[in-house]
């Protein structure tokens, strides 16, 4: 059972930046696709981004923070990381990391098996 904590969300002006950490629990994380996804209130689940296991050189983004959101990994550390620049108030959500073994990136949440707890991002305008 793969257990996903992130952190560093908050709030924030519009045109601000943060930079949220999901950590995992999984001794074998580079083994593991990551995704980011974010709901806001009143909305489902929406894919924001996410990196292939291992290498982690294929990354994929939602075109709505293509060029201002960027993700990364650490397999040291077991982690994956979402910056965020350029926020809008239209990117205020519960933001998760998911997780899903050894496949490529996908964009559904349907395809991920394990999920974080969320941490809430605001923008405000």
């Known amino acids: 059972q793969v257990q996903l904590v992130e952190s560093g969300g908050g709030l924030v002006q519009a045109g601000g930046s943060l930079r949220l950490s999901c950590a995992a629990s999984e001794p074998t994380f580079s083994t593991y696709t990551m995704g980011w996804f974010r709901q806001a209130t009143g909305k489902e689940r929406e894919f924001v981004a996410a990196i292939d296991y291992w290498t982690g050189d294929t990354t994929h983004y939602a075109d709505s923070v293509k060029g201002r959101f960027t993700i990364s990994r650490d397999n040291a550390k077991n982690g994956v990381y979402l910056q965020m620049n350029s926020l809008k108030p239209e990117d205020t959500a519960v933001y998760y990391c998911?997780?899903?073994?050894?496949?490529?990136?996908?964009?559904?949440?349907?395809?991920?098996?394990?999920w974080g707890q969320g941490t809430q991002v605001t923008v405000s305008s």
């Open positions: 998911a997780a899903v073994y050894r496949t490529i990136v996908r964009v559904s949440p349907e395809s991920y098996d394990y």
